[in-house]
């Protein structure tokens, strides 16, 4: 298993990737916004290979003043789920975080069947929005709160 930074030749695998949660994880009215993500420059996402397979992706995002982290689009292909490749991509993306935004809070949009997954790492359910993200997707707004050292 090996992690990269995303590159745009990549874009066909993680559209794969969206494809195997469809419909189950994510509503299929979510494709075009992950689309739209995937072609922006000044995002931070990385792709977890498995041999030459792409089969995680996944990245964060910082606010313009620097006082928040929010994750992006964290998706296992359907087919490696419960594998590990989502811990190790979650643990990955907190390192770089704690690394380059130390301190700084980290948030997250979930849903009721991932949400739990979260909680193992440290994130603390703030709010939920029934139906936030589909018909019988309900929207988990997390948080992982920082130790300040003050």
Known sequence: MRIEPYQSKYFEDCIKIIQSNTPKYIDYSEHSD?????????????VIFKKSDIVACGGYGVNNSGTKVGLSWGLVQSKYHNKGYGSELLRYRLS??????????????????TYKFYEKFGFIVEKVTPNGYGAELDQYDMVLKTISEN
């Open 34 to 46: 992950y689309e739209d993500y995937l072609s922006r420059n000044e995002k931070i996402y990385f």
């Open 96 to 113: 770089h975080i704690q690394s380059n935004y130390p301190g700084i809070d980290i948030y997250l949009g979930t849903s009721q069947k």
